[in-house]
């Protein structure tokens, strides 16, 4: 990767990047077993874009009201993992979040998803609640 990381909170211009961001991580997530549940659709949205300099390579969407925040999607494009673009985002979005009140957060990784189970319990967020089910 040529040039230095940036984390910076999306503008109009990344919204291609983050919808195609979504969309893969909506097809990945299919990988693993039981589906993305939708935490919370009230609230204002953050977005935040991280990258390569000026290449949006990871991007990461939370839903916000006043004392809570879901994170939405957390995606980095396959070649730029392991770097800690994820570790940024989390990072810059806490960041965040302690400076407008938050007082908590939750996301959801699937079984078997361990990089993103990783991710999160990197930056103290950790399992609230095992949900099980079968299809009938």
Known sequence: MVGSSFVRTAIDTDATAIAAHR???LTESDLYR????NLSSSGSELSLVAGFGT???AS???RIDKTHAVIQHVFVVP???EVGLGDSLIHTLI???RSRGVQFIEAQALPGDRGMKNLFERHGLIAQTII???SL
């Open 23 to 25: 969309s893969a991580s």
């Open 132 to 134: 099980v089910g079968k």
């Open 34 to 37: 039981g589906h993305v549940r």
């Open 55 to 57: 290449t949006v390579m």
């Open 60 to 62: 990461l969407t939370a």
């Open 79 to 81: 070649e730029s993992r």
């Open 95 to 97: 960041t965040e979040l």
